[in-house]
């Protein structure tokens, strides 16, 4: 009986009422609008058209020793194909392998030399194929289509009657090596990039949850009422950060290498030097959201913004030489992008300091541009 009386009082009106204040409220948030209609948005086109499963334009290096109609043909075809882009055609096998190691290049193919003339004679040349095998998204699709590419250039070769009909069976080896991950786990690919991506996660949404939890409960006017300065402030909130990261990295090495046996080729202490202004770089970015956002939740939801694209376009998951030039252009200004190879060039690869440069520079870059951004806004949200 209880139950049927609370029902008969129910009022449509007022529920009416409530729903009303509800979107009201939901369009004033405009956190909540951006999660509800620019995320699926930018997922769309990054899934639609930024990310391939099938990548093409790879970076590729021939280190030709057999300047023949042959191999000239089969480099010919190997660059119409769409699926490699030759950034370098030459014998300097040195240059080629620095190209591999510092992640400039996806692959190097060797072509021997008297390669035409061992396949003339049927001797069955081999061609090396060496590729980053660091890299999780460019090896697969790519590297299958070297050897119908390769048999269908022998093919063209043969029928135009440049051999001698007495030898019946030719063909041509294809030696892969796969450089830096021989038994091709994707552990040791995924590990080291997500390094970058629990660094990312919690350093962005800590610190800017954070600091809007202090400036809603009031605990940051309190701040105001000191002497301290702008930059001081700065300073005192992202430091105890900055130590969380480090103790986040050091976790993650340390089971990484319990659970998995992640393999750790160069120095430890050099990956530590270079994750400093990562971590900069992500905590200033935490900053800066939380001079924009007005409530930890909203802090949380612009984080989600940063962070899919640090997954998604900087070669974590999918190749990024790969994906279109729009994309590798919004990559690029990503600190991650720089940061992941520089997790796989010492883990998997023993890259030194000299190596790790050119993806050091650009990551200080940011972090600097991050730092003036943040002390700028960071001051005129107190004032």
């Known amino acids: 009986m209880s139950l049927i009386k609370n029902l008969s009082s129910i009022s449509i009106a007022r529920i009416i009422g409530l729903i009303q204040k509800e979107f009201t409220l939901i369009s004033r948030d405009r956190g909540t609008i951006a999660m509800l209609v620019i995320l699926p948005i930018m997922l769309l086109i990054v899934f639609g058209f930024a990310i391939s499963l099938d990548p093409k334009n790879l970076p590729t290096t021939i280190v030709n020793y057999d300047q023949t109609p042959l191999t000239r043909s089969f480099i010919a075809s190997l660059q119409s194909s769409g699926y490699y882009n030759l950034v370098n055609s030459s014998d300097n096998e040195v240059q080629a392998m620095s190209d591999l190691d510092s992640g400039k290049t996806s692959f190097v ?105 202090e400036t809603e409960s009031g605990t940051m006017e309190m701040l105001l009422t000191t002497p301290l300065l702008a930059t001081e402030i700065i300073l005192g909130k992202i430091i105890p950060y900055i130590v969380l990261g480090y103790l986040q990295l050091t976790s993650i090495l340390i089971f990484g290498k319990l659970l998995i046996n992640i393999p750790i080729e160069g120095s430890v ?44 376009l900087t070669g974590y998951v999918f190749s990024f030489y790969g994906m279109p030039q729009w994309a590798q252009m919004i990559g690029q200004v990503l600190p991650m992008t720089y940061f992941t190879r520089i997790t796989r060039g010492i883990m998997l690869k023993g890259n030194g300091f000299g190596e790790i440069v050119p993806n050091v520079w650009p990551i200080l870059l940011i972090a600097t541009v991050l730092v003036v951004i943040t002390s700028i806004k960071f001051k005129k949200t107190l004032d």
């Open 269 to 312: 202490w050099l990956l530590y030097l270079a994750a400093a202004p990562f971590i900069i770089a992500n905590l200033m970015v935490g900053m800066i959201l939380s001079t924009i956002a007005k409530t930890p939740m909203q802090a949380m939801q612009l984080s989600v913004f940063f962070q899919l694209p640090s997954m998604f």
């Open 109 to 213: 193919i060797t072509i021997p030399a008297n390669f035409t003339h061992d396949y003339i004679r049927g001797k069955n040349p081999q061609l090396l194929v060496e590729l980053d095998a660091s890299d999780p998204g460019s090896s697969a699709s790519a590297l299958s289509n070297i050897q119908p590419i390769l048999s269908q250039t022998l093919s063209d070769f043969s029928q135009r009657g440049l051999i001698t009909p007495s030898v019946a069976e030719r063909s041509a080896n294809l030696i892969v090596h796969r450089n830096y991950n021989e038994s091709n786990r994707s552990d040791y690919n995924i590990v080291p990039g997500l390094i970058g991506v629990l660094l990312t996660l919690t350093m962005v949404m800590l610190t800017s949850t954070a600091i809007t939890s």
